[in-house]
Nanobody, 124 residues
Framework: QVQLVESWGGLVQAGDSLRLSCATS????????MGWFRQHPGKEREFVAA????????LYADSVKGRFTITRDNAKNTVYLQMINLKPEDTAVYYC?????????????????WGQGTQVTVSS
């Protein structure tokens, strides 16, 4: 079992930055891909970013490339999502997820544990 808790979402203005954290406990995540997804109001959850267990490989949705950066600290069992130049369309609930294995995936089926999410609201 793995527990994931996202934090540091909030209300910001367009152009601002936020750094989300995902603290994990229970089973170590050091051997697994980790990902971030988001869900806009009234829409399905979508992929944002993923990082391999050794941080060598990262994958981003086209909509966030160049603005979002995913990192991880395996010693702290924590994953981060640095977001800069935020836009109103980034408003969503952001979820952290643990991958089923070490392969980097943009598909929800590639993840088996999920956090409860943290709200990010970007005003124009």
């Amino acid at each position: 079992q793995v527990q994931l808790v996202e934090s540091w979402g909030g209300l910001v203005q367009a152009g601002d930055s936020l750094r989300l954290s995902c603290a994990t406990s229970g089973r170590t995540i050091s051997s697994y891909t980790m990902g971030w997804f988001r869900q806009h109001p009234g829409k399905e959850r979508e992929f944002v970013a993923a990082i391999s267990w050794h941080s060598i490989t990262t994958l981003y949705a086209d909509s966030v490339k160049g603005r979002f950066t995913i990192t991880r600290d395996n010693a702290k069992n924590t994953v981060y999502l640095q977001m800069i130049n935020l836009k109103p369309e980034d408003t969503a609930v952001y979820y952290c997820a643990k991958g089923r294995n070490g392969g980097v995936s943009q598909f929800q089926s590639g993840y088996d544990y999920w956090g409860q999410g943290t709200q990010v609201t970007v005003s124009s």
